[in-house]
C-alpha cells in the first residue's frame, strides 16, 4: 500500500475548490500523480501555462491526420502500425472486402474501435452486427473475421499480454455510465451457421509479432453452443451515459470505459457543459506529469481544440504542459456553449508510446504552434 508523502497546505491568492471560481485573470493548471487518481496540486497563474512565444526540443505534441493514410489490406496484419510501447500495441485498419481467411492474437487482448462503416463479425462465440461507434472486445486467442457491408475503418488496441477489464465506478455503483448488461454479446444465429462448412480454411495467427499459418479442411467457426463467462463483447458509445456536473469540471479518469495493464481507455460523449458561473467550461490546463495522452478525434467539434477534425490523432507525451486552445478557452469563457457534441476515445498510457511508420507518414508537424494566440 502506498504512502504519499501527501497533506493539504496552500499559499496565495487559491480557490477554495478545484476548476471552480479562479482568482480573478489566473489560469489554473493541475499537477497530479498517476494521471488523475493520485494526489494533485491546483497552481494560478498569471499567463497561460501554454503561452510559450517557441518551443524546442524533443519533448512536443503530435497531431496525425489519419485520413490521408493509404489503404490496407484483407487482414488487420496488414493494418498501419501507429503507436507502441511494452503494454499496447495500436494500429489503424481500413477493409472494405470480406476476410478470406481468419485470424487470431495469440499476443493479448484485442479492442476494435470502429471509426467509419458496418458490417458483420464472426468468432468463435458466434455472429454479431457492428456499426459506427462500436467497441468490440476480442480476449487473447479469439478466432475471429469480418464481412463489412460499408467500408470498414477501425482502431485496433492491443493490450500486449494483458486482458481488458472493466473500471471500478466507486461510489457511483456499477451501474453508471453503462449497466453491464449494455454489452452485447455474439449468437450462434442463422448467419453463423449458414457460414459453416467443409471448406478449406487458413487461418493467421500472431505470437510474439509474427505470423503462422494453420490450414484447416473446414471452416474452424464451427461451434454449435458454449457456456461460460469468458465472451467477446460490443458497447456503441451511444449506449455510454456519461458522468456530469454542473458545478464542477470532471477530470478525464471519470469517462474510463476499459482498462488494462499500465492504460485505460476512455470515451467523451456529448453532454452538457457545466452551467454553473464559477466553474470551469473547457478542460484545465495539465502538466501530463505521469501518462502519455493519445486522442482519436471520431465525430463532431471537440470542444477544447482548435482546427482538429473526425479522423485525426493527437499525442500529448508524459511532461508536455497542455490544455484548451486560445480559441476554445475564450468560448469557454464567455460560456458560448451549452453542450459538446464531440465523441473521442482516449488512450492512457502509463509509460511513453514510440510513434510507428503509419503515423510518422501523415503527421502535422506544426501542431506545437496551435497554442499560441491568433493575431
Known amino acids: 500500500m502506498r504512502k504519499w508523502i501527501q497533506f493539504p497546505k496552500s499559499e496565495g491568492s487559491h480557490s477554495k475548490q478545484a476548476h471552480c471560481d479562479l482568482p480573478a485573470g489566473s489560469y489554473e493548471r493541475e499537477m497530479g500523480k498517476e494521471g488523475f487518481f493520485g494526489p494533485a496540486c491546483h497552481f494560478h497563474h498569471a499567463h497561460p501555462p501554454t503561452g510559450w512565444s517557441a518551443f524546442d526540443g524533443p519533448l512536443q505534441p503530435h497531431a496525425f491526420d489519419l485520413n490521408e493514410l493509404a489503404q490496407t489490406g484483407r487482414t488487420p496484419w496488414d493494418a498501419h502500425p501507429l503507436f507502441h510501447n511494452n503494454d499496447t500495441r495500436i494500429r489503424y485498419w481500413q477493409c472494405s472486402q470480406a476476410m478470406d481467411q481468419l485470424v487470431r492474437n495469440a499476443d493479448g487482448d484485442e479492442l476494435l474501435f470502429v471509426h467509419v462503416g458496418a458490417g458483420e463479425l464472426f468468432c468463435d462465440w458466434g455472429h454479431l452486427s457492428y456499426r459506427d461507434g462500436d467497441y468490440i472486445v476480442l480476449p487473447r486467442g479469439t478466432l475471429w473475421r469480418i464481412e463489412p457491408t460499408?467500408?470498414?475503418?477501425?482502431?485496433?488496441?492491443?493490450?500486449?499480454?494483458?486482458?481488458?477489464?472493466?473500471?471500478d465506478k466507486g461510489l457511483v455503483g456499477p451501474h453508471a455510465i453503462?449497466?453491464?448488461?449494455?454489452?452485447?454479446?455474439?449468437?450462434?444465429?442463422?448467419?453463423?451457421?449458414?457460414?459453416?462448412?467443409?471448406?478449406?480454411?487458413?487461418?493467421?495467427?500472431?505470437?510474439?509479432?509474427?505470423?503462422?499459418?494453420?490450414?484447416?479442411?473446414?471452416?474452424?467457426?464451427?461451434?454449435?453452443?458454449?457456456?461460460?463467462?469468458?465472451?467477446?463483447?460490443?458497447?456503441?458509445?451511444?449506449?455510454?451515459?456519461?458522468?456530469?456536473?454542473?458545478?464542477?469540471?470532471?477530470?478525464?479518469?471519470?469517462?474510463?470505459?476499459?482498462?488494462?495493464?499500465?492504460?485505460?481507455?476512455?470515451?467523451?460523449?456529448?453532454?452538457?457543459?457545466?452551467?454553473?458561473?464559477?466553474?470551469?467550461?473547457?478542460?484545465?490546463?495539465?502538466?501530463?506529469?505521469?501518462?502519455d495522452e493519445l486522442i482519436l478525434y471520431h465525430r463532431g467539434s471537440f470542444f477544447s481544440r482548435d482546427n482538429i477534425k473526425p479522423g485525426m490523432m493527437t499525442l500529448h507525451p508524459n511532461g508536455f504542459t497542455h490544455g484548451p486552445h486560445p480559441e476554445a478557452f475564450e468560448i469557454g469563457q464567455k460560456a458560448a456553449r451549452s453542450e459538446t457534441d464531440e465523441v473521442a476515445v482516449m488512450i492512457d498510457t502509463r509509460y511513453p508510446l514510440d510513434i510507428d511508420t503509419g503515423a510518422a507518414s501523415v503527421e502535422r508537424p506544426d501542431y506545437v504552434h496551435s497554442w499560441k494566440p491568433k493575431t
Open 150 to 167: 460499408e467500408p470498414t475503418q477501425l482502431m485496433l488496441v492491443e493490450a500486449t499480454q494483458s486482458s481488458y477489464q472493466l473500471p
Open 178 to 291: 453503462f449497466d453491464p448488461t449494455a454489452l452485447d454479446t455474439p449468437a450462434i444465429d442463422d448467419a453463423f451457421l449458414a457460414q459453416q462448412g467443409e471448406h478449406e480454411t487458413r487461418v493467421l495467427v500472431k505470437r510474439r509479432g509474427q505470423l503462422s499459418t494453420l490450414t484447416y479442411p473446414f471452416n474452424p467457426l464451427d461451434a454449435v453452443g458454449w457456456h461460460g463467462d469468458l465472451v467477446a463483447c460490443r458497447i456503441n458509445w451511444r449506449d455510454i451515459r456519461p458522468l456530469m456536473s454542473h458545478r464542477y469540471h470532471l477530470p478525464p479518469s471519470a469517462h474510463t470505459t476499459f482498462v488494462a495493464r499500465n492504460f485505460i481507455v476512455c470515451t467523451f460523449v456529448p453532454r452538457p457543459i457545466e452551467s454553473d458561473p464559477g466553474a470551469l467550461k473547457v478542460p484545465f490546463y495539465h502538466s501530463n506529469d505521469d501518462f
